[in-house]
């Protein structure tokens, strides 16, 4: 029976086959099987897999630093998969610290400027030191020795903040810039480590006591820093509710308030044993991306989807948007169905990363190479003019955006006009580099409003769905 085909041959036994070498053979021939039947079912697997993410709806979020993707991204999250989102609030919790624990900081940095340069040093008698003092320099400044001694109260703070951002988010120190926010790398696995740290010891291993410290058998983990930073408490509600400080402030152009991750409003809150993040305070909570994080949404509501067993699974890229991460979007390219793109009203401020370049000059230069690049031909664009409330501000404070824009010329400088004068500029600049003709879905946002964006996002989330299922001749 084996004569004819060259597999059999091989396969043949022996002919002088002792009943232990079959025995081996049988054994060896099992595995041999079990092996292939293993890579059918991968590939199976493979192709399954492959299947499910093509029929997914994959969208990529564009746009500069600080435009507001990681926040269109958790108004998704919050929207869409709501249990997840809540299921995270304890890690968010630790960032929105962090983010106070680093105003404060830039508070006391602000000071010591002063404290430099309003400081002299008294003529040194010829009897040698007077005072007993351990500083012998008077201020000139408005600054008196009690904000010296709050500064000397926060300085644990401010050393727990440096020692714990070194630890938990490393990715922080190869920046190397001083005073920079938090910034983690996409895949880096941050959210488990900032997890470990944030969730609870379990109460049966360290009974909880009276007052927490850190470190100490309250059930917290020891590098948490709720129990300094509500120690610190009183300390930085007065230095941020003093005259003096506004005013040092002030001179010194830092606007505290306009930084992104800014919680010194709500320290009474924040500081307290109890404290949980409410979904504001997630979304408004700041941590610099670096590199292109990849979110999976199963949906867990909405019309077309109940119709539809297609487009429940999602897809979100979330990208780093400073200069120096945008090499990385590119290999995302390619299989997208739609890019939302942040544009923020921000016209009178300049590029972190580049002072000499105006944020809105650098939008609107990136707008025009999202609609002219080959490989996003067949993309959907949506466009989110984001950051209003602070357009609204910024105009309601008197800067002309005449100023900035010169070609803005002589038209009313409020919020309708200039949204207007953008929202055109933007179209144009669509319409002028697309290849050919393709829709462009525009919204105004404030993605810091959960209420109003959670709308906005739910017609996005359909008209993209749509779209998709019409592609795949669905619809
Ligand atoms: N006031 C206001 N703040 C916003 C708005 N959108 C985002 N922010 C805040 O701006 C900061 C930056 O937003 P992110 O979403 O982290 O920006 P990003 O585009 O992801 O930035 P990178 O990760 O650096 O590329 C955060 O603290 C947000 O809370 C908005 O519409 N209005
Ligand atoms: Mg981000």
Redesign the pocket.
Known sequence: MYDDDPLSTVLKPPRDESPEERKIRMEKQCEAQRISRQIDDNILESKKAFEKRKKAIKIL?L????????????NFQLTFTPNHFRDERHIWKMVIQLNLIRSVARLLQVLQYEWDATTTSPPVSPGGPQSRSPSRSLSTGPLTSEHRRTRMRLSPLIAMESELTRKLLPEMQTLNRPMQEI?VRAGSGWKGILNNVAAPEPTTARPRSKCGRPGSSDGRHKADPTAVLVACRDDILSLWQDSAVHSVLHKHGVRLEEM???FLDDVDRIATFNYEPTDDDI???????LGVEEHHLVMQSGNLVATSKFGTEWYIY?????RG?RHTWIPYFEDIQAIIF?A?MVFNQSLEEDPSVNRLQDTLNLWKDICSNPLLAKVTLVLFL?????LRSTLASGVKLKRYVPSFGDAPNDVENVTKFFKDKFRAYHKRHSAKYRPLFVHE?????TRTTSAIIIGVREGLLRAHLKTMSIL
């Open positions: 979020l746009g500069q630093a600080e435009s507001g993707k990681s926040t269109t991204l958790k910034c992104p991750g800014f979304l408004r909570a700041r941590v610099r991306t979330d990208v780093g948007g400073s991460q942040l923020p984001n950051k209003i409330d602070i946002t404030s993605v810091i409003d």
